[in-house]
T-cell receptor, first 113, second 118 residues
């Protein structure tokens, strides 16, 4: 049973560039949420996708955008990268909406120089 | 504002002993779920235990149990018979719903690093 997979594992980008992170949900899951985890802090909610639409968004600027595909996989795009965007980006999948528990991937470590 | 406070940045416990991790939270919502997640050095966040806010009975999952005090907005985690594999960062979180979209949003604390010593 495949869990949540994220790619790439690590990424180094330059300030001002754009980046795309990818996530495949756990088998049987149809909802994907993205979280940003800065070093030494807890994850911060970015947004959630269900049925290919953004259903809820956290306090992140429009530079952060996403997409969900018909196979439930998802992408997180960040434009005009800032040094402060350096973090671990976690994808979490769940089944349906509501209070479903989250299943996390191993994350993508993004470093912006 | 919705917040989670974990007042113990680091804790340690001897193998086979019992340890309690503290968590307080603040939300104006009346319907929510509470969670404890474990994040080992491998980075993957794993669900440890969850509690529905409407249930008075404290959740138990093998060696893990919680003490949920709704009025005090407190949700502590007790680990009994600690094992070396319990060494990890532990995050307390609560989930609320956007009632327009039924989408869940989790708010996390900054974690407690637990070290189990042999």
């Amino acid at each position: 049973d495949a869990g949540v997979t994220q790619s790439p594992t690590h990424l180094i980008k330059t300030r001002g560039q754009q980046v795309t992170l990818r996530c495949s949900p756990k088998s049987g899951h149809d909802t994907v949420s993205w979280y940003q985890q800065a070093l030494g802090q807890g994850p911060q909610f970015i947004f959630q996708y269900y049925e290919e639409e953004e259903r809820q968004r956290g306090n992140f600027p429009d530079r952060f955008s996403g997409h969900q595909f018909p196979n439930y996989s998802s992408e997180l795009n960040v434009n005009a990268l800032l040094l402060g965007d350096s973090a671990l980006y976690l994808c979490a999948s769940s089944f349906g909406r509501g209070f479903s528990p989250l299943h996390f991937g191993n994350g993508t470590r993004l470093t912006v120089t | 504002a919705q917040t989670v406070t974990q007042s113990q940045p680091e804790m340690s416990v001897q193998e086979a002993e019992t340890v309690t991790l503290s968590c307080t939270y603040d939300t104006s919502e009346s319907n929510y779920y509470l969670f404890w997640y474990k994040q080992p050095p491998s980075r993957q966040m794993i669900l440890v235990i969850r509690q529905e806010a409407y249930k008075q009975q404290n959740a138990t999952e093998n060696r893990f149990s919680v003490n949920f005090q709704k009025a005090a907005k407190s949700f502590s985690l007790k680990i009994s018979d600690s094992q070396l594999g319990d060494t990890a960062m532990y995050f307390c979180a609560f989930m609320t719903l956007n009632y327009n979209t039924n989408a869940g949003k989790s708010t996390f604390g900054d974690g407690t690093t637990l070290t189990v010593k042999p």
